[in-house]
């Protein structure tokens, strides 16, 4: 369907609702209003406040709705601009997709922190005149992508350019926006069937409209780019957005909750998704849906790869070259998104390499804490250390520390919680004295390890320590690790 066809359907189904609505409101308002009979058959009004109050609600509704989206301003872009000069190479790229695909060229080249690339047009007129182009390229597509591939998804989003689709998908989001937003705001619950169905009617008539035009964006990449270079981006998108999203759920925000950010955020992207692209690959096809939603705008990815193979292919030379070559100064770009985007007051800097440690260290000493606490209120002790804590084992008085530590918990929960409150005085005693330290791992915890290079054994440890007649091997396991436990903890720091 043409572009413009989608821009006259939505004005029309617009203004349908709006007709709809109307004669909701004056139909179920004048019979809220009608009138009535009495004994001798002359006529009286009946006022009938429910179901005025349903047609006012409607009306408010409406109102509403229209008031919010006339008056909204779009929300500021996200990211960092790249200049011709900054990314001379990506720039040419981009002027030389637009004269390929027939449209005026962009006037900025914006850099994001998301996996993703898309187009943006201020227009005015809801979208009937034209305005200032934007593309919007994700940064961590970079390290996952060739420039092959990087030139097919500029190619497709300068197809949605060059068939007018951002002015046409604006006009339809504002229509989007006021028939939901009414159907959304109106109370009763019959009216609100009636105006809900006719928005899910509008939606997916649109977005039916909006996967056509994915289809379309798709030949214009492969037109101008390849097929092959088109295909494997398909490929690799669902792989590097599902790789993006563990890379910040696994590793950056829970330092980031710490008020810590590591200070190579992009370039640890880059080396997390080499090191795990295979266990990556796998959670995104288990995270694929079967179907997509039915509001979804574009259609599913292997449906779109299929309908590329009867496009004509174009012969292109291959530019294998890892994207980042895009941008000459990656890093620096980096840094700057990430204080535009991670960046805030109080926030500690570290590399990866000490970041790890010290948050792995700082988890250690807080489950820790709460026991040295339990076992000086015990004892009476105010400098409880690992070998407090020994002596307590080795008079049988495990129970007694258990429920010192966990008062309100039941016998075995409270025994579960000094098991893994011990574990972090081991964890945490054996980097205070300097015998283990921490170590990074992209694929999973991170790794206490020994001067010797050998896993801590824990688990062993906390064996010796259970039994009262085995607490002496444990001290001489300790002392062979070179871990001393007559240091006194430092208080774990306030989160």
Request: charged fraction near 25%.
């Amino acid at each position: 369907m043409k572009t413009w066809l989608q821009a006259v359907l939505s004005v029309v189904l617009l203004v349908g609702f709006l007709v709809l609505a109307v004669a909701l409101v004056v139909a179920v308002g004048a019979f809220g209003l009608g009138y009535g009979t009495d004994g001798d058959g002359s006529g009286t009004r009946e006022i009938r406040p429910l179901i005025v109050g349903a047609a006012g609600t409607v009306l408010f509704a409406l109102v509403f709705t229209l008031g919010r989206v006339l008056t909204r301003r779009p929300a500021p872009l996200t990211g960092i601009l790249l200049s011709p000069e900054q990314a001379p190479e990506l720039w040419r790229i981009v002027r030389d997709l637009a004269a390929r695909v027939g449209t005026r060229e962009p006037d900025d080249v914006r850099l994001v922190a998301e996996a993703n690339a898309a187009v943006t047009e201020e227009v005015r007129l809801l979208g009937l005149l034209p305005g200032r182009r934007t593309v919007i390229l994700g940064l961590p597509l970079l390290p996952a992508y060739t420039v092959d591939q990087i030139r097919a998804v500029l190619a497709h989003e300068m197809g949605h350019f060059s068939g007018r689709h951002t002015r046409s998908v604006r006009i339809a989001l504002r229509a989007r926006m006021i028939i939901v937003g009414a159907a959304q705001n109106t109370v009763d619950g019959v009216l609100r069937a009636v105006l809900s169905a006719y928005a899910r009617l509008f939606v997916a008539v649109e977005q039916g409209i909006s996967r056509q035009m994915e289809y379309e964006a798709d030949r214009y990449a492969v037109a101008v780019a390849g097929r092959d270079a088109m295909v494997n981006a398909l490929r690799e998108i669902r792989l590097v957005g599902t790789g993006w999203d563990g890379y910040l759920a696994d590793h950056v925000l829970p330092a980031y909750d710490r008020g810590h950010l590591p200070e190579d955020l992009f370039e640890g992207f880059a080396a997390y998704l080499a090191e795990c692209r295979g266990e990556i690959r796998e959670r995104s096809v288990e995270v694929a849906p079967a179907e997509p939603a039915w509001w979804e705008s574009h259609p599913p990815l292997r449906e779109r790869i299929a309908a590329l193979r009867f496009v004509p292919d174009v012969p292109v030379i291959p530019d294998r070259r890892p994207a980042t070559v895009l941008v000459p100064d990656l890093d620096t770009a980096g840094r700057r998104l990430r204080e535009s985007r991670f960046d805030r007051p109080g926030t500690r800097l570290l590399p990866w390499d000490r970041l790890t440690p010290t948050l792995a260290h700082r988890s250690a000493r807080e489950q820790a804490d709460p026991l040295y606490r339990a076992a000086a209120r015990l004892t009476g002790r105010p400098d409880a250390d690992l070998g407090l804590l020994l002596d307590l084992l080795a008079e049988d008085r495990c129970l007694d520390l258990a429920r010192e530590l966990a008062p309100d918990a039941a016998e075995e929960d409270a025994l579960r919680s000094l098991t893994v409150a011990y574990e972090g005085a081991l964890e945490a005693a054996a980097v205070d004295s300097a015998a283990a330290s921490w170590r990074h791992s992209w694929s999973g915890q991170p790794e206490l390890s020994t001067t010797a290079g050998e896993p801590l054994p824990l688990g062993e440890l906390v064996d010796l320590s259970a039994d009262p007649a085995t607490v002496p091997a444990a001290r001489d396991r300790l002392a062979a690790l070179g871990i001393r436990t007559t240091v006194t903890p430092a208080a774990a720091p306030t989160t």
